[in-house]
């Protein structure tokens, strides 16, 4: 049962301090008493998000990847599949909009499986292919160039709970960031959630917010043709896992529909405003009228109200934004070098 005081605090404390812990650069609130945060992301409460913004880089972790870190030891034991082709990551790829084998040098990746006492997990790794940021309508941005990229899949079950991660980078650049990309990336994916919960006006900022509204409308044919090697997992995922990601991302639909809805009628300066339809997606985004505007201390309260935890996690080379409710949690990941959302893991 997910506790629900204490994420609750942590999402208050951090929202109302984001700008005082940035300011003052991506130190430790070692004033706070605060320990570092578990790697691994918890399938219920979420990971105290003060304390993985407080470090210069967080190793936070959804649960196959755990088991991957880990893979040296014995139980943990990660065995390569020289027989199984990476080709079946290609739909996980194209559900968060990114093409798949283009280019003389695309690769579909190594495959590997792991059978952890707790249940199964596979993986893709290398996966190389050709493709273009996705770009938003009407915004001119420098990333609109055909590139190579490097991506890791991986999917595990256990105990009757579903994982997923699907993680994309750059080939290179990494190294050409400014020391202070964090600072820069965090802001940036503070920005794109004010947006994304509509207490901002900021057109620029609309990324996260159509890339959301993508992957949680209803597309059951973007996975139908899901299918694992792995025999277990195949069945884990043909009995219980696909109605499982369904009800998880419609759950995360509901609840980010709900804040739009909530924050229109908490901050608009004229009275509540008609958020208009749905129909199956996000609400359309509605200018607010407010002077000044929202801040992290409403997006607080929207969130808390809603019992849903936002987290800003910064890492070695991206960004995470995890949202934690009582049904799982789901991530999207800020690239810098590819300055788009591109990547994601879900989790019951």
């Keep these: 049962m997910k506790q629900h005081s204490a994420p609750r605090r942590a999402t208050l404390f951090f929202l109302a301090g984001c700008a005082g812990v940035l300011t ?13 945060p578990g790697s691994q992301v918890s399938t219920r409460p979420a990971l105290p998000v003060y304390s993985a913004l407080g470090a210069e880089s967080a190793n936070v972790l959804f649960w196959p990847e755990q088991i991957w870190e880990e893979r040296d030891k014995a139980e943990n034991g990660v065995f390569f599949w020289e027989e199984a082709s990476g080709e079946f990551a290609a739909p996980w790829l194209a559900f968060f909009d990114w093409g798949w084998g283009l280019g003389d040098a695309a690769a579909p990746g190594d495959v590997y499986i792991a059978s952890p006492p707790e249940g199964n997990c596979l993986y893709v790794r290398n996966i190389r292919f050709l493709d273009t940021p996705p770009q938003i309508a009407g915004l001119a941005t420098p990333n609109a160039t055909q590139q190579y990229m490097t991506a890791d899949f991986a999917a595990g079950s256990r105990n009757g709970g579903l994982a997923v991660s699907c993680l994309v980078w750059a080939d290179d650049g990494y190294q050409y960031l400014p020391d202070d990309w964090q600072e820069t990336a965090v802001q940036r994916c503070r920005e794109e959630l004010l947006y994304l919960f509509n207490l901002s006006n ?15 409308t209803p597309r059951p044919w973007a996975l139908e043709n899901v299918s694992f090697p792995f025999e277990p997992l195949e069945i884990d995922w043909q009995e219980l896992g696909c109605y499982q990601l369904d009800d998880m991302l419609a759950q995360l639909q509901g609840l980010v529909c709900s804040a739009q809805y909530n924050s229109l009628a908490l901050y608009s300066r004229d009275g509540w405003q008609d958020p208009g339809e749905s129909w199956g997606k996000l609400y359309n985004h509605q200018p607010l009228y407010a002077d000044p505007m929202p801040g992290e201390m409403e997006m607080a309260r929207v969130l808390a109200d809603l019992d849903l935890d936002v987290q800003i996690v910064p890492l070695e080379k991206q960004v995470m934004i995890l949202f934690s409710w009582y049904g799982g949690n789901f991530a999207v990941y800020y690239d810098p070098v590819l300055d788009c959302f591109s990547g994601y893991a879900l989790q019951q």
């Design 24 to 36: 003052a650069g991506m130190a430790l609130v070692a004033a706070a008493g605060l320990s570092a």
């Design 202 to 216: 900021d057109d620029q900022r609309l990324q996260l917010y159509q890339r959301l509204n993508s992957v949680l």
